[in-house]
């Protein structure tokens, strides 16, 4: 559904962006998987069902996978160690 | 704001439990996460975030701010203590644009959250958390962790509040004085 206003703020992920759509499903799954394990501790940025980049530091992981992905936009996340609390 | 009547159900994201809670029997910690685009007037970013019914307030991560190009110490308002489970961190609040991201990024309800920004570092809280004001009160949230005889399967499910209650025949906390008609 469109947003009824916009704020200042409001994103816009329009089609005809250099963000071609990608399947929050297949991401989610992703982090569903065993292999999430792998990077607990860790910033990921996921396309797809990939991980593109990962690492301790969120500036190095979007830079590394800016320069993979070519304008998509990759979504981040950070995998908690051990359980969370918040 | 939000669309009235939007509402949508996800699955929970079952994220592997750490070793120590699998010995426990606790194989899978059912996680409520939505897709979410953050915008700080023209700087857009995408993080998965945790829909935390037991945080007072929505929480940016320091680092995720600085993608935003947003510096918590330059943000005015007072200095909020945000106690967590073993940490306090000193925290300003930050009004940003956020977009619920469906199947095909379409933004299907675009909101103003105020998140708390810790001031300094803390890299020890890095998860993305919608909390409780405002976000429950724009959507009923339901958690369906029962739904089936699975238990590592449940989903939830957010729905947009389109019609409230009149708050004078609402039930109030008995800490609230009643008022001098007796009326609740």
Not at chain 1, 22 to 36: I, R
Not at chain 2, 9 to 24: C, D, L, T
Not at chain 2, 106 to 123: A, K, M, N, Y
Not at chain 2, 149 to 171: N, Q
Request: charge should be positive.
């Amino acid at each position: 559904m469109k947003p009824t206003r916009k704020t200042p703020n409001a994103p816009v992920s329009s089609p005809g962006t250099a963000s071609p759509p990608s399947d929050p499903a297949q991401e989610l799954a992703f982090l569903s998987s065993e292999k999430v394990l792998t990077y607990a501790g860790e910033w990921v940025a996921i396309a797809g069902s990939k991980v593109v980049a990962h690492g301790p530091s969120l500036l190095k992981v979007r830079r590394e996978a800016e320069a993979k992905l070519k304008g998509r936009k990759p979504t981040f996340f950070a995998v908690p160690k051990g359980a969370a609390t918040y | 704001m939000a669309t009235a009547g939007w509402r949508a159900s996800y699955p929970f994201v079952r994220i592997p439990a750490p070793q120590g809670a699998r010995e426990q029997g606790f194989e899978f910690i059912l996680t409520p996460i939505v897709k979410i685009e953050i915008a700080n007037l023209e700087q857009r970013e995408r993080f998965f975030a945790v829909v935390d019914s037991g945080a007072d307030y929505s929480y940016l991560p320091s680092e995720a701010a600085q993608l935003l190009g947003l510096d918590a110490a330059s943000l005015t308002g007072s200095t909020v203590e945000n106690r967590g489970i073993g940490a306090t961190v000193e925290s300003r609040f930050a009004t940003l644009g956020v977009s619920l991201l469906g199947e095909h990024e379409e933004p299907e309800t675009t909101l103003e959250i105020p998140f708390l920004v810790p001031v300094h570092p803390d890299p020890e809280s890095r998860v993305v958390l919608l909390g409780r004001h405002p976000f429950f009160r724009l959507f009923d949230v339901r958690f369906r962790m029962g739904y089936t005889d699975d238990p590592t399967l449940g989903k939830w499910s957010l729905e947009r509040v389109v019609k409230r209650r009149d708050s004078r025949r609402y039930w109030k906390p008995a800490a609230f004085p009643r008022p001098a008609n007796g009326r609740p």
